[in-house]
């Protein structure tokens, strides 16, 4: 297993001097104002917090949204900010928009033009050249913030996701000599899906501004080649993967995103000796079978076909009716934009049928907590759960199975995950399922209840050993690498 102090030794040998700056839109801790006073919050689970760990053991600057109520009370007049508190290890630079930017940019271009676009959920993307504008300026922002910070400093640029995909080519008009390295966290559509976005062509030039480009997987990269060839008539070498474009050569690798292993084992020290009483004292209720599920509300986590595969899984094994209980747990998101709205409707609705069609005077089968929980807490249910339901219908990774798989004891849990998640290349030893399939996937999750310890040993230790090897580090490590070769 790599460890954070050989991360460290590989950076300081390898970037020497240069300053490291990650650019992001979210950032990893949030001042919110309360009655008590001002406190921090740290944000729920992405790509932020794979990028807070490493920036916290080799120190550096990330750019980022300000997002919370105190944000700006709490940094300089250049929005910046030492983070995490205690540690103080790399400062945190916070970028505040205006609404209306913040509407166009994330609630529009970013989240109802390229979200559906690269995900295969079949809801239609919205073309709006207003919010094109919008994505264009704040990525102008993100530009500003980074070299008001260098200047003529070399540096090492680490940017991430769909939402900063002209940045590269900005940053490197400013500065040709600044290495940028690109990490692309959801799919990449096929080219016949791509090719009806009205600005594909300026998209790719931003993103080839980049020395390097990673993704979760190897088709993705294939994806995204064939796009530039066909789109920009690119000159591509395929062993390894690379473009050339505008006297540029950009490398591209599918690297697979791992996470900190031993800091989810450090937090369940806390919870040696949990049990059941847990559930019963955060939630109300009792069970002989748990099930979870803990997602972003969104249309591409398959929480309705999750609900569904439940319904039929306990009409068709009435045995577990009284005894199996569903815990979801969905933090709200981009409740701004109308799709988001009508999802939470629908999955309210049918966790009330559900509930309707099955309960009885002491039990039901679904509680939904429609709420963000401390990660603390979740890695403590995670332990508890006889099985984790992850049904996504496209996802770049997903790390909730991942985290799942380090916490569950090999003797106790199993995953069930959706054969269409990134994750689902590297937790080869879970129960894969369609969650398009309703029927099949019942019977999975009959499958994983019932499963022999000893098979769950065997499972969960292969995934754990798989999970240990390639952790956060390894992943940061690969990464730069990549891009410095």
Request: proline fraction near 4%; charge should be neutral; hydrophobic fraction near 40%.
């Amino acid at each position: 297993m790599i460890s954070a102090e050989e991360l460290i030794r590989f950076v300081r040998k390898n970037l020497k001097n240069k300053k490291i700056v990650v650019a992001i839109q979210r950032e990893p801790y949030i001042h919110i104002k309360t009655p008590s006073g001002i406190e921090l919050q740290k944000t729920a689970g992405g790509a932020h917090i794979l990028l807070d760990g490493i920036l916290r053991k080799i120190g550096g600057l990330m750019v980022a949204i300000g997002s919370g109520s105190a944000d700006s009370l709490t940094c300089d007049e250049k929005g910046r900010i030492l983070v995490p508190p205690g540690e103080e290890s790399y400062v945190l630079k916070r970028i505040f928009l205006k609404k209306k930017e913040l509407d166009g940019w994330y609630y529009g271009f970013a989240n109802q033009t390229l979200w559906p676009l690269c995900h295969a959920v079949f809801v239609k993307p919205i073309f709006n050249a207003i919010w094109w504008q919008d994505y264009i300026s704040v990525n102008e922002k993100f530009s500003q913030a980074i070299m008001e910070e260098l200047r003529d400093q070399e540096a090492f640029i680490w940017i991430n996701d769909y939402h900063l995909a002209l940045l590269p080519r900005i940053l490197k008009n400013q500065n040709p000599n600044l290495i940028i390295g690109f990490f692309w966290h959801i799919p990449w559509p096929t080219y016949e899906i791509f090719r009806i976005c009205p600005w594909k062509k300026q998209l790719l030039d931003g993103l080839l501004g980049s020395d390097f480009i990673g993704f979760h997987r190897g088709y993705h990269v294939d994806n995204f080649i064939e796009a530039t060839r066909q789109e920009l008539g690119v000159i591509v070498d395929t062993e390894p993967p690379l473009v050339e474009y505008q006297n540029h050569e950009t490398k591209l690798a599918n690297l697979p995103a791992g996470i900190d292993y031993q800091e989810i084992k450090t937090h369940l020290e806390k919870y040696k000796k949990i049990d059941k009483g847990l559930i019963k004292h955060d939630f109300g209720f009792d069970y002989q079978y748990l099930a979870i599920g803990v997602d972003r509300i969104d249309y591409t986590k398959g929480i309705i076909e999750r609900l569904r595969i439940i319904d039929r899984f306990l009409e068709k094994y009435s045995d577990f009716q009284g005894k199996f209980v569903y815990l979801s747990i969905g933090a709200p998101s981009r409740m701004h934009i109308s799709a988001y709205k009508n999802l939470n409707r629908e999955i309210f609705d049918l966790v009330e049928k559900i509930n309707w069609k099955y309960s009885t005077a002491d039990w039901q089968p679904i509680y939904f907590i429609n709420k963000t929980l401390p990660r603390e807490k979740i890695l403590a249910y995670f332990q508890l759960a006889n099985v984790c339901l992850v049904t996504a219908l496209d996802d770049g990774m997903n790390l909730v199975a991942k985290e799942y798989v380090i916490c569950t004891k090999d003797d106790h849990g199993m995953l069930l995950l959706s054969k269409f998640t990134g994750a689902a290349k590297d937790l080869k030893s879970c129960l894969l399922i369609n969650p398009y399939d309703i029927e099949g996937t019942a019977d999975a999750l009959y499958v994983a209840l019932t499963m022999k310890p000893e098979e769950k040993i065997k499972r969960n230790q292969q995934m754990k050993k798989f999970l240990k090897e390639n952790n956060i580090y390894h992943w940061g490590i690969n990464f730069i690498q990549n891009i410095i070769q």
